[in-house]
């Protein structure tokens, strides 16, 4: 690591011994490979393709609009002929409901660590190349951004601006982006000293035409693997906010939210509860399982 | 008496989810008590997995398919692990490249030596000791006792290299298996280790597996010699008669394309093997070599396996289909008169740099307290010139500062004092930020590592097209006609372009840097060791075009080099280096004839040469380069210098002799007494 030091304890969460090796494949390639070589990639994808057709699928499939109310249903919420799996406390479908839950999931999710991905990724790549000062800033700023319990953070800004998708969108890319920054930065440190840089600045480029066409790409590999790993993190996390009642506002369906309200009456109902919490342990899954079968194949080319 | 190693038309084969691949294919040979085998060959031939398969220590995926292999006329597939285990570090001993994988960084160098006799059956700790001590005495350590308490990373790495024969002699094996052990040593230390090498197995009999990629290491050591190609053993026999009549026109070819240290500069240009070893070669039934070959005939080559049979040397064997052909052909050759390739005058060869007193000085923090420890020296008052059309070689081992000052030039750093001018500009003042687009336009560099110099992400044509587009200003469409063209100019077909980095071979990436260099139209070209990661055959074609270019294009060559044969080759002028000063400077005729400053001839002395019958070297420079951090008072050679005058060369600087106009050597001996240095 650099003379600037880096603070003890701080774990990288990409095997550097990968980052070469990853560094060599093309985004598309490495998808295509991690899906076609490993065989826990390809149920990974399949689980996420599946939430991504229902949650598009949504307003042509859901047999009910999720918000409406089935009276008739409140007598017997659990699965029958009309209502698949079952209806909610308040009688409202729950496969139309989690079918419409997975949109939120889904959108939310991406955007936010591609919101991540995009402000961790300028961090890393002006942290590593340019050293020094800016280098020690930047990390700091993120291990104090890090030290601090992620959840506490959440609740603390959601609280003082709102929840809305937003401003979820906003406090996850923040929080999310120091950890994308170290792994950029470590690949930028590695690479700033390769030839075919000093090459690039022997023929003038610019410093952003080298950090972001000479650098960056070598540093694809570890970034579309930690890519569907932090996803699935922050389906988590999305979930949990939702589950404090600071996701998004009722009564529109988000699968945290939909565990929060029914838990009271898990053992009356479970159905009301379990069947959102397995959603979104299904996407978690799926995300990591992807993330797994990515890492295997971009070590294995 | 019974062979140590015999290896019977032994196959081996390599299966992953692709498929299986012969790596080895009906190899024999035998090593009898107390001889030396060398086996040579490019990377790929399969020479470091005969020498695992000789141990049974083949990795997962390989198994060896076909024929036995032999220890001591057991045959080792049938021995269980005891009886293996036994074998193995009683036996055989094993030396690899890299020291430092080989010993365990957190444990001293006694208690792994004494580990070897404890493990095979000594029980007495103290006389393992004195083993210990008595074993690095042999590899001509110094204060053995002292170097058993210390760790792997306090000695150098000619020292490591040392330890390790040192361990793997202490059981007194009867096979010795060294595979590269010199590669990654400068020349002085290489000759040292082989002096070793040579002096041990004089007195301990052992006999010798040495596999090189280097024919001159080889030809030191060895009695007899197999050459590898593609898995296959292509030539076998005692060295003086594969090295006097070379039999295989691969053996032939890898000769050809060494360049000679005792060939001058005007020497014929060097005679490249063309095209390179395919991954398909392995699978042909008839010669691999054959798509390679000039004298290959497909009814005679490739259509049958082709044997070894007899050659003309004494117990020399060829797989040749045409040895009559190719001998004859040889042998005209040989008599065919050096194509001339003559230096001009000096007229036509303007200052294009001129160096003078350049230094660079490194502050070397005590951390994070922030104190400066001290200074490295990296460059002490470099003063040299480089002329257009020629070639300056500096050379020196690693070290001498002579990257550092590639960097300086290069303007990857700037210097702490002296100038370096280029025209209006002073390189040295001036780091590549603040060089105006033209002034970067005039300097390009060809790096050492091919496998660094392209990236990874981009496709050839980005490597060409970018310094197109910025050094030339050329529009997109200009840069994509001028990017095929100067493809053309390092003999590479147009559609490469299209390539990632890692779809071509080393050398052909190192084309690729060629025309990326070339492209501003520059003045001056940085070559730091741009063959030196190449196979000898591929070598060849890169310093012939590398040759090509410069007199086509009328461009200063500075050559970084620690290869004194492709020095003597290429080079018009030659700046020898040690701790970042030059203590000899002259024409490349005059530094490589007497008189020389001890340094340079030390490293003539050192260089390995492809021939058997080579007078050992004379110098043999002991101990390593001080500490650039120390203050240098005398000369800074002094403290190896076979000729050191105590009390004058360690304590005043060395006055410059003048043996002929141009010509400076630095030293205190007087030009009648220097020429004896060799």
């Given at each position: 690591m650099s003379e600037t030091g880096h603070t003890a304890g701080q774990v990288a969460p990409v095997d550097t011994g990968a980052v070469g090796r990853v560094a060599t494949t093309s985004v598309g390639r490495l998808l295509w490979n991690g899906l076609t070589i490993s065989p826990i990639a390809t149920l990974g994808g399949g689980i996420i393709v599946f939430w991504a057709l229902m949650a598009v699928l949504a307003p042509v499939l859901a047999p009910y609009p999720p918000n409406q109310m089935d009276p008739m249903a409140l007598v017997d919420p659990f699965p029958s002929a009309t209502h698949w799996l079952g209806t909610d406390q308040l009688g409202r479908d729950m496969l139309s409901r989690i079918m419409w839950g997975a949109r939120t999931v889904l959108i939310v999710a991406p955007v936010a660590v591609l919101g991540a991905a995009i402000i961790g990724t300028l961090l890393g790549l002006l942290s590593g190349y340019r050293g020094g000062i800016v280098d020690t800033i930047v990390m700091r700023v993120g291990d104090v951004l890090l030290a601090f319990p992620q959840i506490i953070l959440y609740l603390i800004i959601l609280a003082k601006f709102g929840a809305s998708a937003f401003n979820i969108i906003l406090v996850i890319a923040v929080t999310k982006a120091p950890i994308i920054a170290r792994i950029v930065r470590a690949v930028t440190l590695d690479v700033k000293n390769r030839d075919y840089v000093a090459a690039a600045r022997m023929r003038g480029e610019s410093t952003l035409h080298i950090l972001?066409?000479?650098?960056?790409p070598n540093a694809r590999g570890p970034l579309i693997v930690d890519f569907f790993l932090r996803l699935g993190y922050t389906t988590i996390a999305i979930g949990v906010l939702g589950f404090l009642g600071i996701g998004l506002p009722p009564p529109d369906p988000d699968w945290g939210g939909m565990i929060k309200e029914s838990y009271g009456l898990i053992f009356v109902y479970p159905h009301m509860t379990l069947i959102p919490a397995a959603a979104v342990s299904s996407l978690v899954v799926g995300f990591n399982f992807l993330a797994t079968g990515l890492r295997e194949a971009a070590l294995d080319d | 008496m019974t062979d140590v190693l015999r290896l019977e038309n032994v196959s081996i084969e390599y299966t992953n989810r692709k498929g299986t691949m012969r790596i080895v294919d009906d190899v024999s040979f035998h090593i009898a008590p107390g001889e030396a085998l060398g086996l040579v060959g490019e990377s790929g031939c399969g020479k470091s997995t005969l020498a695992l398969a000789a141990m049974r220590y083949l990795p997962r995926g390989m198994r060896v398919s076909k024929g036995r292999i032999l220890f001591d006329g057991a045959d080792l597939a049938t021995l269980d692990d005891a009886a293996l285990r036994r074998i193995r570090g009683n036996r055989v001993a094993m030396v690899y490249q890299d020291p430092m994988s080989s010993l365990n960084p957190v444990i001293t160098i006694g208690r792994q030596l004494v580990e070897v006799p404890l493990l095979h059956g000594e029980t007495d700790a103290r006389k393992a000791h004195e083993r210990a001590v008595r074993m690095l005495h042999e590899v001509r350590l110094p204060d053995p006792e002292r170097m058993m308490t210390r760790y792997p990373h306090e000695l150098s790495g000619g020292q490591q290299q040392r330890v390790v024969i040192a361990m793997a002699l202490m059981a007194e094996p009867a096979l010795l298996i060294m595979d590269e052990p010199t590669t990654g040593l400068d020349v002085t230390i290489e000759a040292a280790i082989l002096d070793l090498v040579r002096e041990l197995r004089r007195r301990f009999g052992t006999a010798i597996l040495f596999i090189s990629h280097n024919l001159g290491t080889v030809a030191r050591i060895c009695d007899k010699i197999g050459v590898l190609y593609a898995g296959r053993l292509v030539e076998t026999g005692p060295i003086r008669s594969v090295f006097g009549t070379p039999a295989h026109p691969y053996t032939n070819g890898l000769l050809a394309a060494l360049p000679r240290i005792e060939a001058g500069r005007t020497a014929a240009p060097l005679r490249p093997i063309a095209g390179t070893l395919q991954a398909a070669d392995r699978a042909r039934t008839g010669c691999a070599f054959a798509p390679r070959c000039s004298f290959a005939v497909p009814a005679l080559c490739e259509a049958a396996p082709v044997p070894l049979v007899p050659a003309d040397g004494a117990g020399q064997l060829a797989r040749c289909a045409r040895l009559d052909v190719v001998a004859a052909a040889v042998r005209g050759e040989r008599h065919a008169a050096h194509g001339a390739r003559l230096a001009g005058d000096e007229a036509d060869a303007p200052v294009l740099l001129s160096v003078r007193d350049l230094s660079k000085r490194y502050p070397v923090g005590g951390g994070l307290s922030g104190g400066v420890k001290g200074e490295v020296r990296a460059l002490t008052d470099v003063t040299l010139e480089a002329r257009a059309r020629r070639t300056l070689a500096i050379v020196g081992e690693?070290?001498?500062?002579k990257s550092t000052l590639a960097k300086v030039l290069s303007g990857l750093t700037e210097a702490s004092a002296g100038e370096a001018r280029l025209g209006d500009f002073d390189l040295g003042a001036t780091g590549i930020d603040k060089r105006p687009q033209d002034l970067k336009r005039r300097i390009q560099m060809v790096f050492q590592n091919p496998d660094s110099?392209?990236?990874?992400?981009?496709?050839v044509e980005h490597a060409v097209m970018r310094p197109l587009r910025l050094?030339?200003?050329?529009?997109r469409s200009a840069a994509k006609a001028e990017a095929a063209r100067l493809l053309e100019k390092v003999r590479l077909p147009a559609e490469m372009l299209r390539r990632m980095p890692h779809q071509l071979s080393g050398g052909q990436r190192q084309r690729v840097a060629l025309a990326r260099a070339f492209a501003g139209d520059p003045q001056l070209v940085l070559a730091d060791e741009?063959?030196?990661?190449?196979d000898v055959s591929v070598q060849a074609a890169i310093v012939n075009l590398l040759a090509d270019l410069q007199a086509a294009s009328g461009i200063a060559l500075v050559l970084i080099s620690h290869d004194l044969a492709l020095v003597r080759h290429m080079a018009d002028t030659v700046a020898v280096m040690y701790l970042g000063r030059i203590v000899e400077y002259g024409p490349a005729d005059a530094v490589f004839a007497p008189p020389w400053h001890p340094y340079t001839a030390a490293l003539l002395a050192a260089v390995p040469r492809?021939?058997?019958?080579?007078?050992?070297?004379s110098i043999i420079l002991a101990g390593s380069m001080p500490s650039p951090l120390e203050e240098m008072k005398g000369c800074p050679f002094a403290s190896r210098c076979p000729r050191r005058i105590d009390g004058l060369c360690d304590t005043t600087p060395p006055p410059v002799r003048t043996p002929a106009a141009g010509h400076d050597i630095a030293c205190h001996l007087d030009l009648d007494t220097l020429p004896a240095t060799l």
């Amino acid at each position: 690591m650099s003379e600037t030091g880096h603070t003890a304890g701080q774990v990288a969460p990409v095997d550097t011994g990968a980052v070469g090796r990853v560094a060599t494949t093309s985004v598309g390639r490495l998808l295509w490979n991690g899906l076609t070589i490993s065989p826990i990639a390809t149920l990974g994808g399949g689980i996420i393709v599946f939430w991504a057709l229902m949650a598009v699928l949504a307003p042509v499939l859901a047999p009910y609009p999720p918000n409406q109310m089935d009276p008739m249903a409140l007598v017997d919420p659990f699965p029958s002929a009309t209502h698949w799996l079952g209806t909610d406390q308040l009688g409202r479908d729950m496969l139309s409901r989690i079918m419409w839950g997975a949109r939120t999931v889904l959108i939310v999710a991406p955007v936010a660590v591609l919101g991540a991905a995009i402000i961790g990724t300028l961090l890393g790549l002006l942290s590593g190349y340019r050293g020094g000062i800016v280098d020690t800033i930047v990390m700091r700023v993120g291990d104090v951004l890090l030290a601090f319990p992620q959840i506490i953070l959440y609740l603390i800004i959601l609280a003082k601006f709102g929840a809305s998708a937003f401003n979820i969108i906003l406090v996850i890319a923040v929080t999310k982006a120091p950890i994308i920054a170290r792994i950029v930065r470590a690949v930028t440190l590695d690479v700033k000293n390769r030839d075919y840089v000093a090459a690039a600045r022997m023929r003038g480029e610019s410093t952003l035409h080298i950090l972001l066409v000479e650098i960056l790409p070598n540093a694809r590999g570890p970034l579309i693997v930690d890519f569907f790993l932090r996803l699935g993190y922050t389906t988590i996390a999305i979930g949990v906010l939702g589950f404090l009642g600071i996701g998004l506002p009722p009564p529109d369906p988000d699968w945290g939210g939909m565990i929060k309200e029914s838990y009271g009456l898990i053992f009356v109902y479970p159905h009301m509860t379990l069947i959102p919490a397995a959603a979104v342990s299904s996407l978690v899954v799926g995300f990591n399982f992807l993330a797994t079968g990515l890492r295997e194949a971009a070590l294995d080319d | 008496m019974t062979d140590v190693l015999r290896l019977e038309n032994v196959s081996i084969e390599y299966t992953n989810r692709k498929g299986t691949m012969r790596i080895v294919d009906d190899v024999s040979f035998h090593i009898a008590p107390g001889e030396a085998l060398g086996l040579v060959g490019e990377s790929g031939c399969g020479k470091s997995t005969l020498a695992l398969a000789a141990m049974r220590y083949l990795p997962r995926g390989m198994r060896v398919s076909k024929g036995r292999i032999l220890f001591d006329g057991a045959d080792l597939a049938t021995l269980d692990d005891a009886a293996l285990r036994r074998i193995r570090g009683n036996r055989v001993a094993m030396v690899y490249q890299d020291p430092m994988s080989s010993l365990n960084p957190v444990i001293t160098i006694g208690r792994q030596l004494v580990e070897v006799p404890l493990l095979h059956g000594e029980t007495d700790a103290r006389k393992a000791h004195e083993r210990a001590v008595r074993m690095l005495h042999e590899v001509r350590l110094p204060d053995p006792e002292r170097m058993m308490t210390r760790y792997p990373h306090e000695l150098s790495g000619g020292q490591q290299q040392r330890v390790v024969i040192a361990m793997a002699l202490m059981a007194e094996p009867a096979l010795l298996i060294m595979d590269e052990p010199t590669t990654g040593l400068d020349v002085t230390i290489e000759a040292a280790i082989l002096d070793l090498v040579r002096e041990l197995r004089r007195r301990f009999g052992t006999a010798i597996l040495f596999i090189s990629h280097n024919l001159g290491t080889v030809a030191r050591i060895c009695d007899k010699i197999g050459v590898l190609y593609a898995g296959r053993l292509v030539e076998t026999g005692p060295i003086r008669s594969v090295f006097g009549t070379p039999a295989h026109p691969y053996t032939n070819g890898l000769l050809a394309a060494l360049p000679r240290i005792e060939a001058g500069r005007t020497a014929a240009p060097l005679r490249p093997i063309a095209g390179t070893l395919q991954a398909a070669d392995r699978a042909r039934t008839g010669c691999a070599f054959a798509p390679r070959c000039s004298f290959a005939v497909p009814a005679l080559c490739e259509a049958a396996p082709v044997p070894l049979v007899p050659a003309d040397g004494a117990g020399q064997l060829a797989r040749c289909a045409r040895l009559d052909v190719v001998a004859a052909a040889v042998r005209g050759e040989r008599h065919a008169a050096h194509g001339a390739r003559l230096a001009g005058d000096e007229a036509d060869a303007p200052v294009l740099l001129s160096v003078r007193d350049l230094s660079k000085r490194y502050p070397v923090g005590g951390g994070l307290s922030g104190g400066v420890k001290g200074e490295v020296r990296a460059l002490t008052d470099v003063t040299l010139e480089a002329r257009a059309r020629r070639t300056l070689a500096i050379v020196g081992e690693s070290g001498s500062g002579k990257s550092t000052l590639a960097k300086v030039l290069s303007g990857l750093t700037e210097a702490s004092a002296g100038e370096a001018r280029l025209g209006d500009f002073d390189l040295g003042a001036t780091g590549i930020d603040k060089r105006p687009q033209d002034l970067k336009r005039r300097i390009q560099m060809v790096f050492q590592n091919p496998d660094s110099t392209l990236n990874p992400s981009h496709t050839v044509e980005h490597a060409v097209m970018r310094p197109l587009r910025l050094l030339r200003g050329l529009s997109r469409s200009a840069a994509k006609a001028e990017a095929a063209r100067l493809l053309e100019k390092v003999r590479l077909p147009a559609e490469m372009l299209r390539r990632m980095p890692h779809q071509l071979s080393g050398g052909q990436r190192q084309r690729v840097a060629l025309a990326r260099a070339f492209a501003g139209d520059p003045q001056l070209v940085l070559a730091d060791e741009p063959v030196s990661a190449l196979d000898v055959s591929v070598q060849a074609a890169i310093v012939n075009l590398l040759a090509d270019l410069q007199a086509a294009s009328g461009i200063a060559l500075v050559l970084i080099s620690h290869d004194l044969a492709l020095v003597r080759h290429m080079a018009d002028t030659v700046a020898v280096m040690y701790l970042g000063r030059i203590v000899e400077y002259g024409p490349a005729d005059a530094v490589f004839a007497p008189p020389w400053h001890p340094y340079t001839a030390a490293l003539l002395a050192a260089v390995p040469r492809p021939d058997p019958d080579a007078p050992e070297p004379s110098i043999i420079l002991a101990g390593s380069m001080p500490s650039p951090l120390e203050e240098m008072k005398g000369c800074p050679f002094a403290s190896r210098c076979p000729r050191r005058i105590d009390g004058l060369c360690d304590t005043t600087p060395p006055p410059v002799r003048t043996p002929a106009a141009g010509h400076d050597i630095a030293c205190h001996l007087d030009l009648d007494t220097l020429p004896a240095t060799l």
